[in-house]
């Protein structure tokens, strides 16, 4: 999605109130599963990719929406092969390791070999018991996550602060 502003990306991107939530979201199960790597990134000034949490034009980290593509953390036998998925969006398998690891199917439901002194930014494995998950079998039917069930109805932070610092408009 390429916006012409700064301001066009908050006024047309429905999501926009992931961008405005608590830092504290963004270590989120929640967040990590559904939104890391899958909505654009607001910035404007360049940046390094690799440590940004948004998507950008070209990335191979980038994700497709489990909102909007169903598809399992199982990877595509084409794209294991080093070859280009016939099925391209529409595949019902994962395109990347970010879409493999990072599918509820998956996400954090084995240990992390570096467990307590692991330094990776994202960890796609559990680094306690209490990080350990159950796999979750994604009913395609279902509602949103439940944050953004709630966010969705919820009025915008009162004092229109967003987490890359601009202002609401």
Known sequence: MQHASNEDFWRDNPDAWVYTRDPRFYQ??????????VLPCPHVMPHNWQECLWTHRGERAARRDLRK???SSQMCSSIQRG??????????????????WLH???FRTQRCGAGSCCLRKI?????????????????????????????A???????????????AA
């Open 28 to 37: 989120s199960e929640e967040f990590l599963m559904f939104y890391h790597k």
């Open 69 to 71: 593509c169903h598809y």
């Open 83 to 100: 070859l280009e998925c016939d099925k391209g969006a529409e595949c019902d398998k994962s395109h990347n390791i970010f879409e493999s």
């Open 104 to 106: 509820p199917e998956q």
């Open 123 to 151: 960890c796609f494995f559990a680094h306690s018991q209490a990080q350990l998950r159950k796999p979750a079998k994604i009913i395609w039917n279902s509602a949103l996550p439940p944050t953004a069930a709630a966010a």
């Open 153 to 167: 109805a919820a009025p915008p932070p009162a004092d229109g602060a967003r987490s890359d610092g601009s202002a």
